[in-house]
């Protein structure tokens, strides 16, 4: 299921009653915990495969019972009240899910070209908007360490402007006011093992396996 399904899926309204039952006899098979496009140590020394793992099987896929669990019982919801109370579990495991399927995308091996930004639209656009690849890091890391408590750092498209800005997200939601292109998680599940409370050095360390491949390719899609 793609990204803009999962999303739509997330804000969908309540079914028919008699498409109820069928909805929640297999909401939870709707959504699944996606493969991995590399292997959980192909990311190292960067991003240590016991993170990569664990990050992957235990806290992904939490988030996508969560979502499934949260769909069921909205699907069987009894009165707008109960469907409203059901708002916050949504938005938490379906942010979840649509920013993690997104943040796996969003990195790659150095051997697949992990930490290369090859000269395209993408490289010209950040170098239009922010004066180079290496003011993005500054200003996309300085954000997201800023961050209190969980969230996410993003670049992303802004389609008003048609400019690439710098914006976060706290906790799991996801980012609805721009096309994401990059997002770097700064929950603790996704570094402290490796870097500690050491923001800064897992804030450097992972754009050595940023697919700037992919990140090109959600802005050509989005700036079309």
Do not use: C
């Not at 009653?17 to 006899?25: D, I, Y």
């Not at 802004?158 to 990059?182: C, F, I, M, R, S």
């Not at 700037?212 to 989005?222: G, P, Q, S, T």
């Amino acid at each position: 299921m793609s990204v803009l399904a999962l999303a739509r899926t997330v804000a969908r309204a309540r079914p028919a009653p008699r498409l109820a039952l069928a909805l929640s006899t297999q909401s939870k098979s709707l959504h699944t915990l996606p493969e991995l496009d590399y292997a959980y140590d192909a990311l190292e020394p960067h991003i240590s495969g016991q993170i990569m793992k664990l990050h992957h099987t235990k806290h992904h896929q939490t988030y996508v019972n969560g979502l499934n669990a949260a769909e069921e019982s909205y699907a069987k919801a009894p009165s707008p009240k109960a469907q409203i109370l059901l708002q916050p579990a949504l938005k938490f495991n379906g942010g979840g899910h649509i920013n993690h399927s997104l943040f796996w995308k969003n990195l790659a091996p150095p051997s697949a070209g992990g930490g290369v930004l090859s000269p395209g639209p993408l490289k010209d656009a950040i170098d239009a908007d922010f004066g180079g690849l290496d003011a993005l890091k500054k200003q996309l890391n300085a954000a997201t360490a800023a961050i209190q408590g969980s969230g996410w750092g993003w670049l992303a498209y802004n389609d008003a402007t048609k400019k690439l800005e710098v914006v976060t997200t706290a906790n799991q939601d996801p980012l609805l006011t721009h096309v994401p292109l990059v997002g770097i998680d700064i929950w603790e599940h996704a570094f402290y093992l490796q870097y500690f409370n050491v923001k800064p050095d897992y804030l450097n360390a992972i754009w050595n396996v940023i697919n700037f491949k992919e990140a090109e390719r959600r802005y050509l899609e989005a700036a079309k």
